[in-house]
């Protein structure tokens, strides 16, 4: 195993109800901008849960944050909250509010000429805007780690950004809050955590028993409890694993001092920069491919994952590993999502313009190994296709 230093300092409120420790958690006397997306909230009961909680705090609205949040939106953000003295921000939504309110929290008192430089340039914020969020989508994470994406809709950039400024001081997951979710959203949230947890499994042996246990622990949960979260909108129990899996995939715990992949996420998404799939569908689409394209490399542990994960017991080594990727293609199906370029009309020539964007950003060694370049990341597109 790897050094490495473990800290997650988000405290996470779970269960049915919680929405009401908001008063516990953000100090009394607090200017708060509430931020959220297209609406959902208002439909599902989750923005009068959340004023209620807020009753005797002042409190200014910022919606219409789209998925893959866009910089331009998040300015009128940033300029709001300047204008109006904001102290704390209260994220209310999925990954792409949570992501928005990350960056409004450091770009409100950001020195530097241009906010976007955070991103192209990873340019340093010294200090951030506390922020707490009350999840409705289980998926990316996070709610409780240190990233963030942002989309640059004029130049169609997708960027993220890590650094400890942007973990939330507390995070409320409350699983009822997603039973209004349509069907495609739960199960890219599911593909998503599926395919986090496989960017810090499927890499190469570690001697790290314990972090492959628990990754394993969280695919096979996932596998399990996903096609029951379609068939049963308002079950629990369900959505409560379902929630706990995609965040656990994606704190820290399961990649602490074992290597990380996420050639997958780079490639997939430069499909949604394009294309503007979402982030799931990309990762549903792109793994199989990527599985396959780095078969060799990751062999040792494609094969523990076909045995332990898949259950596959019969066949050479390589048909096992083949017998696990198109089993793993065959769930993201199960879920609803269709896994070629091709069924969302992306046809074989826009494979350049997405390579060129990964140049562009110096994505020219991913993977756990460095060793994915662009010419394996094109051939990876071309296995979408
Ligand atoms: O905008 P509203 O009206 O709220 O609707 C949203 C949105 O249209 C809707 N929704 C959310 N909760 C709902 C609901 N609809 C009904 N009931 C509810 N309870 O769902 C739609 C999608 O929401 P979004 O937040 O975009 O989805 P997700 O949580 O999958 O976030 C995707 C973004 O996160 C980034 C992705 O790249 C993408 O930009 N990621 C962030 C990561 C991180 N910070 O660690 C890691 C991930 O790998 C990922 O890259
Ligand atoms: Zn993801």
Not at 29 to 46: A, H, Q, R
Request: hydrophobic fraction near 40%; aromatic fraction near 8%.
């Amino acid at each position: 195993m790897n050094n490495f230093t473990f800290w997650n300092p988000v405290r996470v409120h779970f269960g049915e109800g919680q929405i009401e420790k908001l008063k516990q958690e953000i100090p009394p006397g607090k200017k708060i901008m509430m931020l959220y997306g297209g609406g959902s909230i208002k439909n599902n009961g989750v923005y009068q849960q959340v004023v209620k909680a807020l009753e005797g705090y002042s409190v200014v609205e910022f919606s219409g944050i789209e998925p893959n949040p866009h910089y331009e939106t998040l300015m009128n953000g940033v300029e709001m909250a300047r204008s109006e003295g904001v102290e704390y921000l209260l994220a209310v939504g999925g990954g792409s509010v949570i992501d928005g309110t990350k960056f409004v929290s450091v770009a409100i008192p950001f020195k530097g000429n241009d906010p976007w430089t955070i991103l192209s340039e990873q340019a340093p914020t010294e200090e951030a805007i506390p922020f707490g969020t009350v999840l409705t989508l289980p998926a990316t994470g996070s709610e409780m780690n240190m990233a963030s994406v942002v989309t640059k809709a004029a130049t169609k950039e997708k960027r993220g950004f890590m650094r400890p400024e942007l973990y939330p001081q507390f995070s409320i997951l409350d699983p009822t809050t997603t039973y209004s979710l349509p069907k495609t959203q739960i199960a890219n949230g599911v593909v998503d955590a599926f395919v986090h947890t496989t960017e810090q499994y499927l890499t190469r042996p570690a001697d790290a028993p314990l972090q492959d246990r628990f990754a394993e622990s969280l695919l096979t949960t996932l596998i399990q409890e996903g096609p029951k979260a379609l068939a049963l909108p308002e079950d629990y129990a369900v959505r409560s694993n379902i929630m706990w899996c995609s965040t656990m995939a994606l704190n820290g715990v399961i990649g602490a001092g074992v290597p990380q992949d996420w050639a997958t996420h780079m490639i997939g998404h430069e499909i949604t920069a394009e294309f503007g799939l979402a982030h799931g569908t990309t990762l549903a689409i792109v793994l199989p491919s990527t599985l396959r394209q780095m078969k060799s490399e990751k062999q040792a542990k494609l094969l523990q994952f076909a045995e332990r994960v898949w259950n596959i017991s019969e066949g050479t080594d390589s048909e096992k590993i083949d017998e696990a990727i198109d089993k793993t293609r065959g769930f993201f199906e199960a879920m609803g999502i269709k896994t070629k370029m091709s069924q969302y009309d992306i046809k074989p020539e826009a494979i350049d313009t997405m390579v060129e964007r990964l140049e562009q950003k110096g994505f020219v060694a991913l993977g756990e190994n460095q060793s994915i370049t662009l010419a394996k990341s094109r051939a990876i597109y071309e296995g979408c296709l």
